[in-house]
Nanobody
């Protein structure tokens, strides 16, 4: 399955952005968002199971970010609110047919990755 991420950009602190990740085929996969800031390792952000009912979040984004999926459009979203400068990073969507959302949150890396989309939070 191929993934196409979009929606990144420049936003002021406190602002919002919604990232989209379009998949090329319907699957029963778990989907996740990861990010990598300059000079840092890639880190988990959020994951959602194939039903869309179970989601996991990194502590740093809980209460501010929401992951969701539209099965009809085969698209996964990451709604990001109350953005902070430390949220600046390249955001990647990813998917895996074996991992659960909980496993993705526990640093098990998924097998399929899309290209990144840059999010810059700055005044």
């Amino acid at each position: 399955v191929q993934l196409q991420a979009s929606g990144g950009g420049l936003v002021q602190p406190g602002g919002s952005l919604r990232l989209s990740c379009a998949a090329s085929a319907r699957t029963f996969n778990t989907y996740g968002w990861f990010r990598q800031a300059p000079g840092k390792e890639r880190e988990f952000v959020a994951a959602i199971d194939w039903t869309g009912r179970t989601a996991y979040y990194a502590d740093s984004v809980k209460g501010r970010f929401t992951i969701s999926k539209d099965n009809a459009k085969i698209t996964v979203y990451l709604q990001m609110n109350s953005l902070k400068p430390e949220d600046t990073a390249i955001y990647y969507c990813a998917t895996d047919g074996v991992l659960t959302a909980q496993q993705m949150s526990a640093r098990y890396l998924p097998g399929y990755w899309g290209q990144g989309t840059l999010v810059t939070v700055s005044s």
